[in-house]
Nanobody, 123 residues
Framework: VQLQASGGGSVQAGDSLTLSCTISGRTFNGLAMAWFRQVPGKEREFVAGISGSGGSIYYAESMRGRFAVSRGNARDTVYLQMNSLKPEDTAVYFC?????????????????WGQGTQVTVSS
């Protein structure tokens, strides 16, 4: 599985940004998928995820209501819509998939990772 994350950039606080994660060689069907983020010196943090069946979407509490994750119609792209961005949202954002779990907040449960895309939010 190869994942490609894109859409990062530099924005002002309060702005919106949409990240994309595209999978190569197959669709996301049957794979648990999640977005994580990481800042230097800190552990990778769960942001949002879609269960392997696609029937469950879940968020980290601090992102609930501001972020929305969805799948494209072709099931080969997952989007992370981020609204009302704050400077503390500044991080490298990664997408990841897992074959052995249906859903998880734990980075170690995910076995394929995209390369990350930088999001910088200025105050």
């Amino acid at each position: 599985v190869q994942l490609q994350a894109s859409g990062g950039g530099s924005v002002q606080a309060g702005d919106s940004l949409t990240l994309s994660c595209t999978i190569s060689g197959r669709t996301f069907n049957g794979l648990a998928m999640a977005w994580f983020r990481q800042v230097p010196g800190k552990e990778r943090e769960f942001v949002a995820g879609i269960s392997g069946s696609g029937g469950s979407i879940y968020y980290a509490e601090s992102m609930r209501g501001r972020f929305a994750v969805s799948r494209g119609n072709a099931r080969d792209t997952v989007y992370l819509q981020m609204n009302s961005l704050k400077p503390e949202d500044t991080a490298v954002y990664f997408c990841a998939t897992a074959r052995r779990v249906s859903r998880s907040h734990v980075p170690g449960r995910y076995d394929s990772w995209g390369q990350g895309t930088q999001v910088t939010v200025s105050s």
